[in-house]
């Protein structure tokens, strides 16, 4: 039960045996801080947040980065939501998506320097809309 968790900073960090992940049950409606929160996963492929609920995170920094040393090992290419994340409280985004140069949105948008994402990336991906997420069907 994560309904009265409010910080998931490095939870699932340097769990680097991981392919996909399943998060679509987690309450996170009070969650402030998912820092780091899946930092140097580098083999994650998939990654489910379709119920993830984002109003209160104020921190986001180095939330999906990868590692330079890992950089090869670069693996992820989905992100699964059901919604755009809220980030109206968001202040801290700094190197969210760092060296996650196999990230595409379900759009196939992507950036050439994923340091240079902001907040509008945190959205799903579709025509004349770019993101880094695909909506799950």
């Given at each position: 039960?994560?309904?009265?968790?409010?910080?998931?900073?490095?939870?699932?960090?340097?769990?680097?045996?991981?392919?996909?992940?399943?998060?679509?049950?987690?309450?996170?409606?009070?969650?402030?801080?998912?820092?780091?929160?899946?930092?140097?996963?580098?083999?994650?492929?998939?990654l489910?947040?379709?119920?993830?609920?984002?109003?209160?995170?104020?921190?986001?920094?180095?939330?999906?980065?990868?590692?330079?040393?890992?950089?090869?090992?670069?693996?992820?290419?989905?992100?699964?939501?059901?919604?755009?994340?809220?980030t109206?409280?968001?202040?801290?985004?700094?190197q969210?998506?760092?060296?996650?140069?196999?990230?595409?949105?379900?759009?196939g948008?992507?950036?050439?320097?994923?340091?240079?994402?902001?907040?509008s990336?945190?959205?799903?991906?579709?025509?004349?809309?770019q993101?880094?997420?695909?909506?799950?069907?």
């Amino acid at each position: 039960d994560t309904s009265q968790v409010t910080n998931m900073s490095y939870m699932f960090s340097d769990m680097s045996n991981l392919t996909t992940l399943d998060l679509s049950n987690f309450d996170t409606s009070k969650v402030t801080n998912m820092k780091g929160m899946f930092l140097a996963m580098s083999n994650l492929i998939t990654l489910d947040l379709s119920n993830f609920n984002t109003s209160q995170v104020t921190d986001m920094s180095f939330m999906f980065f990868l590692r330079d040393h890992n950089k090869l090992k670069d693996k992820l290419e989905k992100i699964y939501v059901n919604n755009d994340f809220d980030t109206a409280n968001l202040t801290n985004i700094s190197q969210m998506f760092g060296n996650r140069k196999k990230l595409r949105g379900g759009n196939g948008s992507y950036l050439l320097d994923p340091l240079t994402a902001d907040k509008s990336w945190l959205r799903i991906d579709r025509p004349g809309v770019q993101g880094y997420f695909t909506r799950k069907s």
